[in-house]
């Protein structure tokens, strides 16, 4: 096990799916891993893996909800008080909203930023300071495949995703001189809770103008991921880039999903928005 970083760790939206599956991997591998969820009990925190007595990691679940800016700092609080620092981040808490752009009103738009997006911001200003002091760290986002290639009906959880990864490059370039290092991971359809708690605008129903289209768009969307691949190939690209001292800006994980964003880059934007308007 490499330590450029250090051994505690904190990742968000740990309770279920790709948190989860990180945590216990990383647990097993001797990280003091802190994972979070809105469920938690306050104040408390709850071990829910106990690895082989040669190890000596752990995974802790601690109370956090992202989308409050108190909530970030007292989990914060917690870990610090725990163990003294915090040496890795690894943002990845998410949710999705399904509906057309018109459908979409401005309050469900918020609160898809206010998770995907603002949630990433909280925890990096909360913990950057940390960080910096120590003179190293790692901050990891759990982007996605839909935050380079749009998806219909998916419009918001692209934006936000979008957004993500503009933040990404840019606080790669700044925390850099401090020692801090930041990498985003791009899964594509992944086989987790996700697909069942994905919320959908008020507005898309049987009276929208995009009714048709929109339930043929994400009965395309719920296949792909009941079909797709589990978390391993995110947990597997997670632990490649905590075990490298330079690693790079993004990882997109799983060898078809590589496939996609190498002809993005390559091929016309008009024939990108064909096949997509024509696989959604």
């Known amino acids: 096990m490499n330590t450029y970083y250090g051994k505690v760790v904190l990742i968000t939206g740990a309770s279920s ?13 001797g990280y003091k891993v802190y994972g979070t969820s809105r469920n938690a009990k306050a104040g408390t925190y709850d071990e829910i893996i106990l690895p082989t007595d040669n190890c000596n990691g752990f995974l802790r679940m601690i109370k956090l909800d ?24 690894i943002n990845n808490a998410g949710m999705g909203i399904a509906g057309s752009v018109e459908d979409t009103t401005v309050e469900e738009s918020y609160k898809q930023f206010n998770t995907n997006f603002f949630g990433v911001l909280r ?56 020692g801090i290092n930041v990498s985003m991971v791009e899964p594509g359809d992944t086989k987790t809770g996700f697909t069942e708690k994905r919320l959908y605008a008020a507005g898309a129903n049987k009276d929208s103008a995009y009714s048709a289209k929109f339930k ?26 905590i075990n490298m001292k330079n690693p790079p800006i993004r990882i997109t994980a799983g060898f078809s999903y590589k496939v996609i964003v190498f002809l993005k880059r390559i091929l016309p934007a008009r024939l990108v928005s064909y096949i997509v308007s024509k696989i959604y």
């Open 17 to 29: 799916g790709i948190g989860k599956a990180i945590g216990k991997a990383l647990a097993n591998q």
């Open 66 to 89: 992202v989308c409050l800016e108190e909530s970030a700092k007292n989990a914060v609080d917690i870990v610090l008080k725990e163990e003294g620092t915090i040496d890795i981040l």
């Open 123 to 178: 925890m990096c200003r909360t913990i950057l300071p940390v960080m910096r002091n120590n003179k190293k760290g790692l901050i990891i986002n759990i982007s996605s495949v839909a935050g380079l290639i749009a998806i219909p009906f998916q419009s918001m959880y692209s934006s936000s995703k979008y957004a993500v990864e503009a933040l990404t490059e840019a606080l790669r370039i700044e925390v850099k001189p401090f």
């Open 216 to 241: 043929k768009s994400i009965n395309a969307m719920v296949e792909s991921e009941l079909n797709g691949p589990g978390p391993e190939k995110i947990v597997q690209s997670v632990i490649r880039i």
